[in-house]
């Protein structure tokens, strides 16, 4: 088993750019989330889905959406990326009220 | 609201030495789940350990323990003889039931173990 996967690894965008990270996990959870992690700071919820289809905002959401269109996949959408984005991306899947297991993080530059 | 505090922003010590990790919960839910992560310098999150709060027996699985005590609201993580490996950075982090399966995460310790 892969576990959850992060793709990209590394990007690097300028302010007004648009992607999309891709997050998969063959653990059949049912959640999935999204963090970024800033200096300091720990890891901080961007968004969250407690099953195929839906979708629902965590602590920091602004700038982002998402879409759960498989159960397997949560895609984490920028749609005009500023330098405040600039952070280390942390995917997560988890059974309900169990421990979340994270991918190993994409790190997004933005210039 | 729910709240993870990690005092200590950064440990050192010397390879042997035993060393302590504080955490301290804030929580309005009777029912919640506490949650130690590993952040080696590889940058990966590692879970380490998850403890419900009825569940107040301390636990051992090799070098780490964790004591949990609810009258003081704390979660504090001790490793014992500490190696170079050890070093990382240590999360700790709180899920309420009522809050869904979400993680408020501390801001971390960071544990330097010298050789």
């Known amino acids: 088993n892969a576990g959850v996967t992060q793709t990209p690894k590394f990007r690097v965008l300028k302010t007004g750019q648009s992607m999309t990270l891709l997050c998969a996990q063959d653990m059949n959870h049912e959640y999935m989330y999204w963090y970024r992690q800033d200096p300091g700071m720990g890891l901080r919820l961007i968004h969250y889905?407690?099953?195929?289809?839906?979708?629902a905002k965590g602590e920091v959401p602004d700038g982002y959406n998402v879409s759960r269109l498989k159960k397997q996949n949560f895609l984490l959408g920028l749609e005009s990326a500023a330098p405040s984005q600039t952070s280390v991306y942390f995917c997560?899947?988890?059974?309900?009220?169990?421990?979340?297991?994270f991918g190993p993080g994409t790190r997004l530059t933005v210039t | 609201a729910q709240k993870v505090t990690q005092a200590q922003t950064e440990i050192s010590v010397v390879e042997k030495e035993d060393v302590t990790l504080d955490c301290v919960y804030e929580t309005r839910d009777t029912t919640y789940y506490l949650f130690w992560y590993k952040q080696p310098p590889s940058g990966e999150l590692v879970f380490l350990i998850r403890?419900?709060?009825?569940?107040?027996q301390n636990e051992i699985s090799g070098r780490y323990s964790w004591n949990f005590q609810k009258s003081t609201s704390s979660f504090n993580f001790t490793i014992t003889a500490s190696q170079v490996v050890d070093s990382a950075v240590y999360f700790c982090?709180?899920?309420?039931?009522?809050?869904?399966?979400?993680?408020?995460f501390g801001a971390g310790t960071i544990l330097r173990v010298k050789s």
């Open positions: 403890r419900n709060s009825f569940d107040e």
């Open positions: 889905s407690v099953g195929e289809g839906t979708t």
């Open positions: 982090a709180l899920s309420e039931s009522s809050y869904g399966n979400k993680l408020v």
């Open positions: 997560a899947s988890s059974y309900v009220r169990r421990e979340q297991y």
